[in-house]
C-alpha cells in the first residue's frame, strides 16, 4: 500500500507539472495575442548635409494616394522626398524666396503637397508653398499673412485641411500666434493666435481672424498663447488647442473656418508650456490636436497630446473629448515608466484608416543622465491605455549650445508609422527617419 500510494503520488506530482505548463503556454499565447504586433525598419538618417545649427525641427507627412512617397521637412528650408517607402531619398531646399523656418509640410486628400513656414525677423510673415509631383518640385513661397515688416511679429503655424466628405471637403486650414512685439516684457504687449482659410488650394486665403478670446503676453514664455495647431472632425468641423497663461485651451468652428465660438478650458498644464530640460538649450510641451476621421468605434474623438511635470517629472499625456469639445477627460499618461525620468517634446497622429494612435517623444527612463531615446506610445482604444515601443536603436546626448528645435514629427496611414526626430551626434544635428507598420 506504502508503494502504491507513493506511486500515486508521483503521477499527482507529474500531472500538476504538466498543468503548469499548459498553463503558463496558454498565458503566452494570451499575451501574444493581445500585444501589438509590428514589424519594425531600421533608422535612416535622411539628411546629407552636416550642419552644427540645423537640421531640426522636423516635421513628415504621408501621400494618402501613394503611401510610398512620404516627405520630411526641417529648419530652416529643407524637404526630403522618397517615392519607395524611405528606401531612398532626395534631399533639396525650398526655393523661397523668403523662408526662415518652422516648417511644416502636409499632403491634403488629393495628394496636393504644402510647405508652411515663417519669414525672416525683419520680414515677417506665415507664407506657402506647394507642390503638384510629391515633393520633387515646389512653387516659390507665397505670403498668406503678414506686413513685411518685423512688428507684429508671426510665429509657429501649422495647417491642416479637410479630408472628410464634408461640404468643406478639401479647405485648408491654417493657425498661428501673432505677437505685438516678440520676446517684449512690456505688459502692454500681447499675443494672440490667428487663422486663415483657403478654398482653392492654396491660392489665396482668407483674412485672418482673431479665434482666442483672453490674449497672452508677447515674451514667448508660459504667459504666451502658443502652439496652436488645427485638426478636422468626420463632418468638417474645425477643432483648435492652444496653451498659455489659461491652460489649455480649446475652441471650434462649425462653418467651415468661417466662424469659432468661446474658448473651451481643457485642461491645466503643471508647469505651463515653456519646459526645463537638462540639456536642452529650451523646449516646450505644446499641444497638438487631432480628431479621428476613421468611421470606426472611436469616429469623432478629438484628441490633444502635451507634456507637463504634474507628476515631478516630465511625462506625456492625452486628454480626449467625446461630444465635440464641450467636455474633456481626464488626462492619460502616454509613458507607461514608473521612473521619474523626463519624457518630452512630443507630436501624436490619429490614423484616418483605423483610429490608431500614435504618440512619438522623447525619453530618459533607462538613464541617470542626459542620454535620450526616442520612443513610441500605441495605443489601439481610442486613448485609454498606451504600449510603449522604443524606436531609436542607440541613445544620443544633446548639448545646450546647440538649438535642438521645438517639435518632431510623425503621421501614419493604415497603421504605417512614419516618423521624423532629430539626433545630435558629435555636436551635430541629424534627422532620422523611421518607419513602423503595424
Not at 143 to 160: A, C, H, L, M, V
Not at 178 to 201: A, C, E, H, V
Not at 406 to 412: C, K, L, N
Request: glycine share 8%.
Amino acid at each position: 500500500m506504502k508503494l502504491y500510494r507513493m506511486f500515486l503520488e508521483k503521477i499527482n506530482f507529474e500531472r500538476k507539472k504538466f498543468m503548469n505548463k499548459i498553463l503558463i503556454f496558454l498565458s503566452i499565447i494570451f499575451i501574444s495575442l493581445n500585444s501589438i504586433s509590428y514589424a519594425q525598419y531600421k533608422n535612416v538618417i535622411i539628411n546629407k548635409s552636416q550642419k552644427i545649427f540645423e537640421p531640426e525641427e522636423p516635421c513628415i507627412t504621408i501621400n494618402p494616394l501613394n503611401p510610398l512617397n512620404i516627405v520630411a521637412g526641417a529648419n530652416i528650408d529643407w524637404y526630403y522626398v522618397t517615392t519607395d517607402g524611405g528606401e531612398s531619398w532626395i534631399e533639396s531646399r525650398l526655393p523661397g524666396p523668403v523662408v526662415y523656418g518652422d516648417p511644416v509640410v502636409y499632403f491634403d486628400a488629393l495628394g496636393n503637397l504644402y510647405y508652411t513656414h515663417l519669414g525672416p525677423f525683419n520680414n515677417t510673415g506665415i507664407y506657402i508653398a506647394k507642390s503638384t509631383n510629391g515633393g520633387l518640385d515646389w512653387s516659390n513661397s507665397q505670403r498668406i499673412f503678414g506686413n513685411g515688416t518685423s512688428e507684429p511679429f508671426q510665429d509657429k503655424e501649422w495647417i491642416t485641411s479637410d479630408r472628410t466628405n464634408s461640404k468643406f471637403k478639401n479647405n485648408l486650414y491654417v493657425s498661428w500666434t501673432q505677437f505685438d512685439k516678440y520676446g517684449s516684457k512690456n505688459p502692454m504687449d500681447s499675443s494672440i493666435i490667428l487663422f486663415s482659410r483657403s478654398t482653392d488650394f492654396g491660392s489665396t486665403f482668407s483674412v485672418a481672424i482673431r479665434i482666442n478670446d483672453l490674449a497672452g503676453n508677447a515674451a514667448d514664455g508660459d504667459e504666451t498663447v502658443e502652439g496652436a495647431t488645427p485638426a478636422v472632425g468626420p463632418n468638417g468641423q474645425v477643432y483648435i488647442s492652444w496653451a498659455g497663461p489659461y491652460g489649455i485651451q480649446f475652441d471650434k468652428s462649425l462653418d467651415g473656418g468661417i466662424t469659432f465660438g468661446k474658448d473651451i478650458f481643457v485642461t491645466e498644464q503643471i508647469g505651463g508650456w515653456a519646459t526645463e530640460i537638462p540639456g536642452l538649450y529650451r523646449c516646450n510641451g505644446l499641444p497638438f490636436t487631432k480628431c479621428d476621421i476613421s468611421g470606426g468605434k472611436y469616429n469623432g474623438t478629438v484628441y490633444i497630446n502635451f507634456s507637463d511635470n504634474r507628476n515631478g517629472n516630465y511625462d506625456i499625456f492625452i486628454v480626449k473629448s467625446t461630444d465635440e469639445g464641450e467636455t474633456w477627460s481626464s488626462p492619460v499618461r502616454v509613458n507607461n515608466d514608473e521612473s521619474q525620468a523626463d519624457q518630452f517634446m512630443s507630436n501624436f497622429t490619429v490614423d484616418p484608416v483605423t483610429g490608431n494612435i500614435f504618440v512619438l517623444f522623447y525619453d530618459r527612463r533607462n538613464y541617470s543622465d542626459n542620454q535620450t531615446d526616442v520612443y513610441l506610445g500605441v495605443s489601439k482604444d481610442g486613448g485609454e491605455t498606451f504600449e510603449n515601443i522604443k524606436l531609436s536603436e542607440t541613445p544620443f546626448t544633446p548639448v545646450p549650445e546647440i538649438f535642438f528645435g521645438d517639435y518632431i514629427g510623425v503621421d501614419s496611414y493604415n497603421d504605417l508609422v512614419v516618423t521624423a526626430w532629430t539626433r545630435m551626434v558629435d555636436k551635430k544635428l541629424n534627422i532620422v527617419f523611421s518607419k513602423v507598420q503595424f
